[in-house]
């Protein structure tokens, strides 16, 4: 079992930079792909990043490629989610998963899910 809490959401302008951070508890954390996903109003939840258990191999999606790194730190098991050169696009409740069999880009790879964070973005 994995129990993932995310934190770090809020309100900024175009521009902005935010750091997402997901905290997970229990003993497959460090052996789990990790992935960040996000949900707008009225739209289907869609991948965002993901990260492999080591950390040696991270994922984007193209929409975000070059403004948000994943990255990961076993012994916090914590995940994190830099966002930059944030735009009001990006307004979404942003998700953490955990894949307990790798890494993936598949929402439906992924066995647990956080309660998300709400990310808005101000023109």
């Known amino acids: 079992q994995v129990q993932l809490v995310e934190s770090g959401g809020g309100l900024v302008q175009a521009g902005a930079s935010l750091r997402l951070s997901c905290a997970a508890s229990?003993?497959?954390?460090?052996?789990?792909?990790m992935g960040w996903f996000r949900q707008a109003p009225r739209k289907a939840r869609e991948f965002v990043a993901a990260?492999?258990?080591?950390?040696?191999?991270?994922f984007y999606a193209d929409s975000v490629k070059g403004r948000f790194t994943i990255s990961r730190d076993n012994a916090k098991n914590t995940v994190y989610l830099q966002m930059n050169s944030l735009k009001p696009e990006d307004t979404a409740v942003y998700y953490c998963?955990?894949?307990?069999?790798?890494?993936?880009?598949?929402?439906?790879?992924?066995?647990?899910w956080g309660q998300g964070t709400q990310v808005t973005v101000s023109s």
């Open positions: 990260i492999s258990w080591s950390g040696d191999s991270t």
């Open positions: 998963a955990a894949d307990v069999q790798g890494v993936s880009t598949a929402r439906i790879r992924y066995d647990y």
């Open positions: 229990g003993r497959t954390f460090s052996s789990a792909g």
